[in-house]
T-cell receptor, first 112, second 114 residues
């Protein structure tokens, strides 16, 4: 059974600091997704990572994928308050693409 | 990309009643998915809705409780039947991305059962 674990579950950081969110998954998967969710809102897609070694960057966020280690990271550079949100990683189940298994989410709070 | 709308956006319902949630996509898609997000929790897949066939339910979810329709390639409904307070959640529909695109999510339906 595919399981997805994120850590930390909660992250409080100061503006300007760097930090990394980790996403481990238990079995092989074709795709890894990162989403952002603001309170009371739906999911906003950040990245989809398709192959080993994939790295994608958008603004202060950079995601990477190591399929051999079954690990993805979401790195935050010089955090700003606007990045405060909950971040989810999700992976495709190998038995049927597009059925996503989500991590528990990381609630990020960026303090002034 | 796909633009997804859901109706209603939120509702407050009495226990024992049923609510039907609609999901509309602006393009034709093969698969549509329904997820549940309980308060403060992550997302869990309820079922997959394919046009022309019965929905496929995940472990812990049954058709009697969550009947789904998929009459065409742009529309689906999820009914939450005989509701109890434990059904209070956000219900989201999503669609597959094309090629290397991501999977898109609708805005969600926030349901509170009293």
């Amino acid at each position: 059974e595919l399981k997805v674990e994120q850590n930390p579950l909660f992250l409080s950081m100061q503006e300007g600091k760097n930090y990394t969110i980790y996403c481990n998954y238990s079995t092989t998967s074709d795709r890894l997704y990162w989403y952002r969710q603001d309170p009371g809102k739906s999911l906003e897609s950040l990245f989809v990572l398709l192959s080993n070694g994939a790295v994608k960057q958008e603004g202060r966020l950079m995601a990477s994928l190591d399929t051999k280690a079954r690990l993805s990271t979401l790195h935050i550079t010089a955090a700003v308050h606007d990045l405060s949100a909950t971040y989810f990683c999700a992976v495709d189940r190998m038995d049927s693409s597009y059925k996503l298994i989500f991590g528990s989410g990381t609630r990020l709070l960026v303090r002034p | 990309s796909a633009v997804i709308s859901q109706k209603p956006s939120r509702d407050i319902c009495q226990r024992g009643t049923s609510l039907t949630i609609q999901c509309q996509v602006d393009s034709q898609v093969t698969m549509m998915f329904w997820y549940r997000q309980q308060p403060g929790q992550s997302l869990t897949l309820i079922a997959t809705a394919n046009q022309g066939s019965e929905a496929t339910y995940e472990s812990g979810f049954v058709i009697d409780k969550f009947p789904i329709s998929r009459p065409n390639l742009t529309f689906s409904t999820l009914t939450v039947s005989n509701m109890s307070p434990e059904d209070s959640s956000i219900y989201l529909c999503s669609v597959e991305g094309q090629g290397q695109e991501t999977q898109y999510f609708g805005p969600g339906t926030r349901l509170l059962v009293l």
